[in-house]
């Protein structure tokens, strides 16, 4: 597209801005003005000879002696002016001099080798700034990232600013989630991003993919260094998500069989809170508030009490609940945070406002996501939370799923400290605290640049109502008031996505009544598929609903008529947690100089100045405690998993053939270090001396491992980690019968695959191995079975009861069936495979003779000396062998419950018959 006009020129109202700077920055360099200045002077003397005749050809011949590496005088006002025909060729847009401006402020960081914050107020083009410096950055050899607050943001901005990339042969791409990808890496086309010039991502997967190279030996990242970095909205990124934590979690054997335990906790804390609730009335919320620790630590003593006794019970007792031997050490750690977080999903966690509830695409069941509505008003479609995922699935009926393990982590402090320079921009600096915290964390240098067009954005004073009925008519009469009488678009942005839904429903439902037929009503709370409505400029009488989602980063365009009746209205209706959110919200009206007006209406029985009083409290201990404490202590834990990935990857490296369950073991030494520690979350000296020693006693254990020898002993002697790994995991038929017996010995009450491939292997291999009394094994075995699939069976019936006593006096009933239906599965499988182990044992019960049961001193006669006095002997073979795909047909279960079987080992069922031969005797 060509350009209809070419008009960078430097005016005097831009001189005036430039002269500007130095007034609003004290400690700024009053020598650098005149310096930017010559500089803007002389880009648009070379920019005016390229607008000649054939300004095409010499760009390419400049580009061509870039590559060349040729020396050019004035290089960098050359190219700038060439970056600035590219973009009105391709976006029919003429950069303006602020813009240039801060693009020259950056290159002087550059240079100089010093880290950079601009402060730029939205509308001034914040993108086209950071497009520039990026091209700029890649011409001369970086590779560049850019960091942005969302993935989809990251999608867009990619794709927006490519042509004007590809212009001057710089490749662009954008990090994506590929949900083919495991932790192991094993999709490695999600990686091809990395080998572009320019890569835009957000924090999750920028991070995620640096712990899978590091962590994992995975070359996600390749060669790739960490030049330079570009943080859009950088206060948000950098302060308010500073204490974000990337993990990769892994799913280590045992843990999804801690259910009964999750249910047991969340169903003595109803029982509780229903006896309060009972006794204390209207006042319930009061109450539950005064004695929610009391109430913890009682969930917390009977917990604990009900798994010293259940740990007591003899393995036959039927009332005795299956829990893997080896997490006790692990549930003993978790039992206080798992009580609080049902407490929290009770009462502190709300559908629609703190998460959401969206079909997985992968598994195509209902899973929980977070929302970040502090700041962003994001749904984090990739974030879990430990503990509280769990409880918040019961709560909501949701398909349950096990607590994973963090395995390895990245704090945002440790991965922006790994670029050579740190580059960012943003619209709200916020307050002096904010800006010294930036200063003493990052070493970073910040400067404020003054508007290109003054801001025409009227504040209204806020207003508080203590009574929700006149806070209610407020809200209305403000939305009719902008939208249907003076013909504009109004934003109303709410704390939480369950409040844009009742408004939404409120004004569509009195649209009559409020003179609202020729309005138009958006939702916006989901930025991964409702923000179509942003790709064109709104009409007069638009109303938008949102979250914070549209207060920050979101660009709402108006319509000249709009504009000329007063622009964009924005309510804000709750007190934003600092100081910069809210100033974003304001910001999305009065943009690059338009008319717009903004007011904040609050619901709270504390008024405006005491509400805003709290939060500059909060924001001075956040900053006392980000400074003080969460810097050093991310250096300390990020020291500590650096010193362990460099050996574990060491170790892989040296024993190229180790098997996977080997590494699991590793990994999973280090997640329990990483959580018996608390590492992440406890912050002072004593438990950083602890830590330190942990970490010796743990990193000692690990390197004193001799792998090759632990290579031969695999299949021929005890293994503790191993033999317990193959409780769990899929144990086929061509593993060794020691193993099998490795992984009994181990714990006998989850060996089901064990016992059932053991039984399967003998009947194979009896006579290759010589298997004495193979017969009697086999029968065990099944014996053994019948026992622990009645016990699972108890355990899921067990797990339904506790569910629906839960949900009984759930008076609403809007909760899922999925957790039922999960649970229904799992007992129909069993119920299956019980059935089938009863099939094997009465076909060799009709041949009881042949066999001795246990003695007093429950060993095993000897089956030999039947032999002796018998003229037959008893041959086992199999007779039919099917896969799972049979209960699937036969069933009509999910998926996701043969899955969970599979994990037990059993990946295939066989059906035995008896054959009497004749036994000579000797």
């Known amino acids: 597209m060509i350009p209809s006009q070419h008009n960078f020129e430097i005016s005097n109202a831009e001189k005036i801005l430039i002269s500007e700077i130095p007034k609003i920055n004290t400690k700024f360099d009053k020598k650098i003005s005149p310096k930017l200045q010559k500089k803007v002077e002389i880009i648009n003397k070379y920019y005016k000879n390229l607008i000649k005749k054939g300004y095409k050809d010499k760009i390419q011949n400049f580009i061509k002696k870039i590559k060349n590496r040729s020396e050019i005088k004035d290089f960098d006002e050359k190219l700038i002016s060439c970056m600035i025909i590219a973009h009105e060729e391709i976006y029919n847009q003429t950069p303006r001099v602020v813009q240039i401006i801060c693009l020259l402020f950056y290159l002087e960081g550059y240079k100089e080798g010093f880290n950079l914050i601009l402060e ?47 212009y001057f042969g710089i490749s662009c791409d954008f990090c994506r989630f590929d949900s083919n990808n495991d932790i192991s890496g094993n999709n490695s086309k999600s990686f091809d991003c990395y080998k572009a010039d320019i890569i835009y991502g957000d924090s ?67 029982k509780k809170v229903n006896v309060l609730k009972a006794d204390s009335g209207d006042d319930f919320e009061k109450k539950i508030k005064e004695e929610s620790e009391s109430i913890l630590a009682d969930i917390n003593r009977e917990t604990r009490k009900f798994l010293y006794f259940n740990r007591l019970l003899k393995s036959d ?27 929290d999903a009770m009462f502190n966690f709300k559908l629609n406002q703190n998460y959401f509830i969206s079909i997985d695409e992968n598994s195509g069941f209902k899973t929980i996501k977070p929302i970040d509505y502090e700041n962003t008003g994001v749904i984090l479609i990739y974030s879990i939370w430990s503990g509280l995922h769990q409880f918040l699935q019961i709560k909501e009926g949701l398909t349950f799923t096990e607590e994973n393990i963090n395995s390895s982590f990245m704090s945002y402090l440790s991965y922006f400290k790994k670029y050579k320079i740190i580059n960012g921009i943003t619209g709200t600096l916020g307050s002096k605290r904010t800006q010294q915290a930036m200063k003493i964390i990052y070493k970073i240098n910040l400067i404020k640049i003054p508007p290109f067009k003054k801001r025409s954005l ?74 179509k409505f942003l790709e064109k400029p709104m009409k007069p009488n638009t109303i938008i609903i949102s979250t914070n989602l549209s207060g920050r980063g979101t660009d709402i365009k108006i319509n000249s008529e709009v504009k000329e009746n007063g622009g964009l209205h924005v309510i804000i209706t709750f007190m934003p947690y600092n100081e910069r959110t809210e100033l974003q919200a304001q910001g999305r009206a009065g943009r690059c100089g338009d008319k717009g007006s903004t007011i904040t209406i609050l619901l709270s029985n504390n008024s405006y100045e005491i509400q805003k009083k709290r939060r500059e409290q909060y924001e001075l201990a956040n900053f006392k405690f980000l400074i003080n404490l969460y810097a050093p202590h991310s250096d300390m834990i990020q020291n500590y998993f650096e010193e362990f990935c460099q050996r574990f990857l060491q170790i892989k490296e040296k024993n190229k053939n180790i098997p996977d369950n080997i590494i699991s073991d590793l990994k999973e030494r280090w997640s329990m270090f990483i959580l018996l520690n608390n590492i992440n979350s406890k912050m002072n000296d004593s438990i950083n001396e602890n830590c330190a020693a942990q970490f010796k006693t743990v990193y000692q254990r690990i390197t004193s491992r001799n792998f090759n020898n632990l290579m031969k002993e695999i299949k021929i002697d005890n293994l503790e980690d191993y033999k317990f790994y193959n409780t769990f995991n899929q144990l086929k038929s061509n593993l060794s019968n ?87 599965n799992k007992k129909l499988i069993m119920n299956y495979y019980l059935n089938n182990v009863e099939i094997n044992l009465n076909k060799m019960e009709k041949y009881t003779d042949y066999l001795i049961f246990e003695d007093n001193n429950n060993k095993f006669k000897s089956l030999a000396k039947i032999i002796k006095n018998k003229n037959k002997n008893l041959n086992i073979q199999i007779l039919q062998k099917f896969d799972m795909s049979k209960i699937n047909d036969e069933l009509k279960v999910t998926q996701n419950a043969i899955d969970y079987f599979k994990d037990f080992g059993i990946e295939f069922f066989f059906e035995i018959e008896c054959v009497e031969e004749n036994c000579l005797i000797f």
């Open 317 to 343: 007792d039927k009332n005795k609940i299956l829990i893997p031997e080896n997490l006790y050490v692990f549930i003993d750690s978790r039992i206080e945070h798992w009580c609080k977080m049902a407490f």
């Open 458 to 531: 009227r504040v209204f004073d806020p207003v508080n109502f203590s009574d929700e009925k006149k806070y209610k008519e407020k809200l209305i009469n403000e939305i009719i008031e902008y939208s249907a009488h003076h013909k504009r678009v109004v934003l109303v942005i709410f704390e939480y996505m369950s409040q844009v839904k009742e408004m939404h429903k409120y004004l569509e439902e009195h649209k009559k009544e409020f003179k609202l037929e020729n309005t138009e009503i958006i939702s916006y709370f989901r930025s991964d598929i409702e923000n």
């Open 738 to 824: 020691k193993l099998y017996q490795n992984a009994i010995e181990s714990n006998p009450e989850f060996s089901i695959g064990a016992y059932y491939n053991q039984a399967y292997y003998i009947i194979i291999n009896q006579k290759k191995d010589k298997i004495e009394n193979y017969q009697l094994l086999v029968y065990n075995n099944f014996k053994m079975l019948k026992i622990i699939c009645q016990k699972f069976i108890h355990q899921y019936e067990e797990c339904i009861k506790m569910f629906n006593e839960i949900h009984e006096k759930d008076e609403k009933k809007n909760y899922e069936n999925d957790f039922l239906e999960q649970f229904m």
């Open 120 to 166: 730029v107020l939205t509308g001034e083009g914040k993108t086209l700034t950071i497009s520039f410096l990026a091209l700029y950055l890649a011409i001369i050899g970086n590779k560049v990232d850019i960091l942005t607050s969302s993935p989809v943001l990251a999608e867009r901005d990619s794709k927006d600013r490519e042509k004007f990339y590809n």
């Open 204 to 270: 999750t997967n920028l991070i995620g993919d640096i712990l899978r190279s590091e962590f994992m030996g995975i070359k996600g990242r390749g060669d790739r260094p960490f030049d330079y970095i570009i943080i859009d909205e950088i206060d948000n990124i950098c302060i308010d998500n500073l204490r974000n934590i990337v993990e990769l979690v892994d799913n280590f054997p045992g843990y999804k069989y801690l259910e009964y335990l999750y249910l047991f906790i969340y169903n003595s804390l109803m």
